[in-house]
């Protein structure tokens, strides 16, 4: 399984972006998929998860009101809304296909894409 985040770039505060995770390989179609971020200096920290079926989502209270996850299974692709974007939302996006229960802890990820960055001006 690969997994091939993009859609980062630089962006004014207030403005949008569209981060997409393409998938190859195995389908994604039966896992959760997962979005985290990692600003310089700081831990990878939780951002937004789905479930393989779309019915759950969770976000960071961080996000919630600005960002949306949503998922394509016929194009096996995940993407992350983004929206009102602040100088705190930058950082390096990852995607990662989940295999466990707490959709919160990098630890329930076992595949993760290259990351795509994200720099927000203020």
């Known amino acids: 399984v690969q997994l091939q985040a993009s859609g980062g770039g630089l962006v004014q505060a207030g403005g949008s972006l569209r981060l997409s995770c393409a998938g190859s390989g195995r389908p994604l179609r039966s896992y959760a998929m997962g979005w985290f971020r990692q600003a310089p200096g700081k831990e990878r920290e939780f951002v937004a998860a789905i479930s393989w079926s779309r019915g759950s989502t969770s976000y960071a209270d961080s996000v919630k009101g600005r960002f949306t996850i949503s998922r394509d299974n016929a194009k096996n692709t995940g993407y992350l809304q983004m929206n009102n974007l602040k100088a705190e939302d930058t950082a390096v996006y990852y995607c990662?296909?989940?295999?466990?229960?707490?959709?919160?802890?990098?630890?329930?990820?076992?595949?993760w894409g290259q990351g795509t960055q994200v720099t927000v001006s203020s």
């Open positions: 990662a296909r989940g295999n466990g229960d707490s959709w919160h802890l990098s630890i329930s990820y076992d595949y």
